[in-house]
């Protein structure tokens, strides 16, 4: 259905913390909605809130039937200035835990309610004050954790991928109303939409949309990371390439083949992409129980990973070994890079002729840092087509990623109803389900259902 205020259960006062639950030295709590400045007036005998104005700051202190509870700093933000549309009231106390609850307390029986997960998000949805792609990049921005994946979600707040679908969608809903127009006066054989220009129009919104499905390989890798597992023989180097990598000893490092018997995970931000190492256990046979299970995690990392760093020792590895590694990647279609390491023993113009006939080999000595950063920038260019660019539309949603794949099958139909010179009721009918899937990533049509489901995943107090 259309968006309104029609949708029920979002008319009255709700009240949540707005900071990390945790003793802190401040806290803030919400209040939003109509009652909201009478309910804290209730609480607040400093000032009477309705004679002040919008966007300012007041000190005194929440009292409940003459027991002082705190101390704070109330901040107004009167409708429809504020973040929801609604009236916001919100209250600085101190950051104990017992406090917080005891004003939250005071203001449920004064006649608020807590706020559901996203709820004041949610608002700012319904009021108008955020698209849908905006009010879930709230949730993005808020779980960032790079420069990249911050940027990322700024950009999406901001509008930018509103807009690019906007455009496409207003200029789509002119020519499917000359269409409907068309089916008005069909009995006159009349042509109101210019057929090649929006033939041109048609060809020009595939590109777009491809543009923006394409970048949800990039955007799911900004938004969040890649797990890398770092795979070889026993004595690889594995481990020692870890600890290079965090600059830490992380993992024990030994002469002693199958010293890791189980996965370390760490996490490595390499140019604002947080890439999950994941140092596994080397790969061979053997009758110790422990280690064949390690090696079981091994293969299961393998399969689940991003991209797969395969180390192994050139002074001890064959190219016949090596060749079968590869041919094994290939048949399970692993993305891999392949780690040439202790190229300090032999010397690393031997090591390059020595496995000459095998491509795209990055030859490093983890144990003395040598070609660590060229290894950094592979990884990255691994995983990425190009370089990234934040301040371009980078889809980072799933579900604006599905529907942008809907929105291409749509406009693919329009092309082919236009190519075999389909009539414009039949026209008509895939550029309505093109429009759909457009305005279901805005929120132009959404249903209940979706809001709930799509804000449940925002934190208490947002």
Do not use: W
């Amino acid at each position: 259905m259309m968006l309104g205020n029609n949708l029920t259960g979002y008319d009255d006062t709700i009240v949540a913390p707005a900071t990390a639950a945790g003793v802190g030295a401040i806290a803030v709590l919400r209040l939003n909605g109509a009652n909201a400045i009478e309910i804290c007036n209730q609480l607040f005998p400093a000032k009477d809130l309705h004679k002040q104005a919008s966007h300012t700051l007041h000190f005194g202190s929440i009292v409940e039937n003459g027991r002082t509870i705190d101390e704070v700093v109330v901040g107004l933000y009167k409708a429809p200035r504020s973040y929801t549309g609604e009236n916001i009231v919100e209250i600085s106390c101190h950051g104990s835990p017992y406090i917080q609850q005891q004003i939250i307390d005071a203001c449920i029986r004064a006649g608020a309610r807590m706020a559901k997960p996203g709820e004041y998000t949610m608002r700012a949805f319904l009021n108008g004050k955020l698209d849908l792609t905006q009010a879930e990049s709230v949730a993005d921005l808020i779980a960032s954790n790079s420069a990249a994946s911050h940027q990322t979600a700024m950009q999406q707040m901001r509008g930018g991928f509103s807009k690019e679908l906007s455009a496409l969608r207003e200029q789509l809903l002119s020519f499917s109303a000359l269409i409907e127009l068309e089916l008005d006066f069909s009995q006159e054989d009349v042509e109101f939409a210019d057929r090649t220009q929006f033939y041109k129009l048609i060809n020009e919104a595939m590109l777009v949309v491809k543009h923006l499905a394409d970048s949800f390989q990039m955007g799911n890798v900004i938004k969040n990371g890649v797990n890398t597992a770092i795979v070889g023989k026993p004595n690889a180097g594995k481990s020692t390439l870890l600890n290079t990598l965090l600059n830490e000893n992380r993992a024990i490092v030994s002469d002693i083949a199958g010293t890791t018997r189980d996965t370390i995970e760490e996490i490595l931000n390499i140019q604002g992409i947080l890439f999950r190492l994941i140092d596994t256990a080397g790969i061979r046979e053997s009758d110790d129980t422990i280690e064949s299970i390690g090696v079981q995690k091994t293969m299961e990392k393998i399969r689940e990973a991003g991209v797969v760093l395969y180390m192994f020792d050139v002074n001890q590895t064959s190219i016949e070994d090596l060749q079968e590694q590869i041919d094994a990647f290939k048949k399970d279609n692993i993305n891999y890079l392949l780690v040439g390491n202790k190229t300090d023993i032999a010397g690393l113009e031997a090591n390059q002729a020595k496995f000459r006939d095998i491509n795209d080999i990055l030859y490093i000595s983890a144990r003395q840092h040598e070609h660590i950063e060229d290894l950094k920038n592979r990884l990255v260019h691994k995983v990425m087509s190009g370089d990234i660019n934040t301040e371009a539309t980078i889809v980072t949603n799933a579900r604006h990623h599905a529907a942008l794949q809907e929105v291409m099958k749509s406009l693919i139909d329009v092309k082919n109803g236009l190519d075999n010179q389909l009539p414009g009721d039949l026209l008509s009918l895939d550029i309505r389900r093109c429009l759909h899937f457009l305005g279901e990533i805005t929120g132009q049509i959404t249903n209940e259902d979706q809001l709930d489901f799509i804000f449940s995943k925002f934190c208490i107090g947002k």
